[in-house]
């Protein structure tokens, strides 16, 4: 069972243009889970979706940033127009239905620059 | 809403010295309770979780006691190793929607 796979490792794109950022979760779990990390800062949450549905995105900019998590694939979150200030390490967590003990799996994140 | 508050770092130490990193969180309903460890470069891997009151998490000499008195869940270990050094992260998942919230995490430093 592959744990949390999420691509690209490191994104590199210049202010203005989108960054397509991609998580596919384990295998049988359908809640996903996005998370932002500054650097030398803590896990910010940003979004919660089941599939098809974003379930909390309380924590997500309400410009430029978008989730999605469709019945087939990979969840993906898009950050159009880049900014400097976007720069960090993203990371997904996939959780399993409906068990709310059982742990959230992280993948290695993404590392977006914005050059 | 729910959230989870932990000591701000960093904390330094001394080879097998006590750590102590604390804790406490706001949650509706009955949380599970969860420390996570991030070594550089990497992601977030549980290190231990309790489910319910008085339950103690425990797993590589780290422990943490879900205590729902004084809603909290520090972290200990009683000897710490250099190998030790690494982000710890406190989270919680609700009880009512699944939802998973982390705190902003302490960085811990061992040096020999």
């Known amino acids: 069972n592959a744990g949390v796979m999420q691509n690209p490792r490191h994104l590199v794109r210049r202010r203005g243009q989108e960054a397509r950022l991609r998580c596919s979760p384990m295998k049988g779990h359908s809640h996903v889970y996005w998370y932002r990390q500054l650097p030398e800062e803590g896990l910010k949450f940003m979004v919660y979706l089941q599939k098809e549905n974003i379930i909390d995105e309380s924590g997500m900019p309400k410009e430029r940033f978008s989730a999605e998590f469709p019945k087939e694939g990979p969840s993906i979150l898009r950050i159009q127009q880049v900014v400097r200030g976007d720069s960090a390490a993203y990371f997904c967590?996939?959780?399993?239905?409906?068990?709310?003990?059982?742990?959230?799996?992280f993948g290695q994140g993404t590392r977006l620059t914005v050059v | 809403g729910n959230s989870v508050t932990q000591m701000e770092g960093p904390v330094t130490l001394s080879e097998e010295a006590f750590l102590t990193i604390n804790c406490t969180y706001t949650?509706?309903?009955?949380?599970?309770l969860f420390w996570y460890v991030q070594y550089p470069g990497e992601g977030l891997q549980l290190l231990l979780k309790?489910?319910?009151?008085?339950d103690k998490g425990s797993n590589k000499g780290f422990e943490a006691t879900y205590r729902k008195e004084t809603t909290s869940f520090h972290l200990e270990k009683g000897s710490v190793q250099v190998s030790d050094s690494a982000v710890y992260f406190c989270a919680l998942k609700s009880s009512n929607n699944n939802d998973m919230r982390f705190g902003a995490g302490t960085r811990l430093t061992v040096k020999p």
């Open positions: 309790a489910t319910k009151a008085d």
């Open positions: 967590a996939s959780s399993l239905m409906t068990d709310m003990n059982t742990e959230a799996f």
């Open positions: 949650a509706t309903g009955y949380p599970s």
